[in-house]
DNA sequence: AACACGTGGTA
DNA sequence: TTACCAAGTGT
């Protein structure tokens, strides 16, 4: 152990500090109980705390907010959730991303109802065996909805615990060391805003790049603020290029105006959502239509970028009569049709189509 | 233990 | 434009 870190545990953090700048800078948000309330014994509905903390995985608070306010106003309790159709929660997700999210959330609201009369679990370990339910929104819904002190490690806790600690260890090689550090600071009272004041303050203050040390509460302990290092940690490890992948996207208007859609396989890539027609993506543009037509190429090719690939989209198109069945898919009237429910690489597909 | 899994915003 | 980032989980 080096000198600084060793410094930085006896000068441990102190979390009243980082409570008090909460107290006074605890951003609001549709599903947050601010700390005023909470400390007057108000906590937060669980179903809500549970539906923002799936929704904001590797997601902007920006991007969730309208998400999250469709979703209570459509669905207003656990058990509306849990009786809605597949169809109804992945229209209504789509365009957030992440769409195995939508899928698990269904999944654990029917568990939730079915087996426990719409209550969550306090303890983490029940948490933890929920779908969709891993070690980080574990401990959030135990900590935010129950108040039971549990470290919530994401990367906003990272970035602050390693700069806190000066730790150089690349991510996500780190993890452990970091999750071991921040359970170490994390207090027994007031529990739910500690986590989340952490989370704000890695948010709003010791961010990724050019942190704001100098109104920072916690920056008196601050191991990396000392050495100048602050800017360059978190490390991490160098991620792979993205390659390319390319595909064809059918677009078949019957001529009653009606829509060739289908709905992609459960599992993988888009799995559950509403899609048109498209070949695989693979290496290259491979032909795979879904209904026997004359095919005609139209202008235009959709670029999108996905995690791990960037991908090209050719488009076709075809009209169809009424008693040509389709080899894969299915027709949706313009009534029946929402392109709101296709996700975003099928959306700018659509506008490509329409303008 | 790596890798798959979306999207929109920012430098 | 490219690269990285944002309240991670499942396999």
């Avoid at 991007?63 to 159709?85: E, G, H, Q, R």
């Avoid at 059918?250 to 888009?270: C, H, K, M, Q, S």
Wanted: hydrophobic share 40%; glycine share 6%; charged share 25%.
């Amino acid at each position: 152990m080096d000198k600084l870190m060793k410094d930085s545990i006896e000068n441990k953090p102190d979390p009243n500090k980082l409570l008090e700048w909460y107290d006074y800078n605890a951003r609001a948000m549709p599903w947050r109980v601010p700390p005023k309330k909470r400390l007057k014994g108000v906590l937060p509905n669980p179903y809500h705390v549970w539906l923002s903390e799936i929704m904001l995985q590797q997601t902007t608070v920006a991007s969730v907010k309208s998400y999250f306010i469709k979703f209570i106003t459509k669905w207003p309790t656990i058990f509306d959730l849990a009786n809605a159709k597949d169809e109804e929660i992945m229209g209504a997700w789509a365009g957030l991303g992440y769409y195995a999210r939508a899928r698990n959330l269904l999944k654990c609201a029917r568990v939730i109802v079915k087996e426990s009369d719409g209550e969550f679990p306090k303890a983490s370990e029940a948490l933890l065996k929920l779908p969709g339910v891993g070690p980080y929104t574990a401990a959030a819904i135990a900590s935010i909805a129950y108040d039971i002190p549990e470290t919530v490690v994401d990367g906003n806790v990272e970035r602050v615990i390693s700069r806190i600690f000066n730790i150089h260890t690349k991510l996500p090689k780190a993890k452990k060391e970091l999750a071991f550090l921040a359970k170490q600071l994390t207090p027994t009272i007031r529990s739910g805003d500690y986590a989340q004041a952490i989370m704000d303050l890695g948010a709003t203050i010791c961010k990724p790049t050019s942190p704001k040390c100098n109104i920072c509460p916690w920056v008196y302990y601050c191991v990396s603020n000392k050495a100048g290092t602050s800017e360059y940690l978190p490390r991490k490890s160098k991620k792979p290029i993205k390659q390319k992948r390319y595909g064809i996207v059918y677009f078949v208007e019957r001529v009653d105006g009606a829509i060739l859609t289908e709905v992609r396989p459960a599992n993988g890539l888009l799995g559950g959502m509403l899609s048109l027609p498209s070949s695989e993506w693979g290496t290259s543009f491979t032909e795979d239509p879904p209904i026997e037509g004359t095919w005609e190429l139209k202008n235009g090719l959709i670029k999108h970028t996905f995690t791990h690939f960037l991908l090209n989209l050719r488009i076709m198109h075809t009209t169809s009569d009424l008693n040509q069945p389709p080899k894969r898919g299915k027709f949706l009237s313009l009534d029946e049709f929402n392109p709101n429910n296709l996700p975003t690489v099928m959306k700018k597909v659509w506008k490509l189509i329409k303008y």
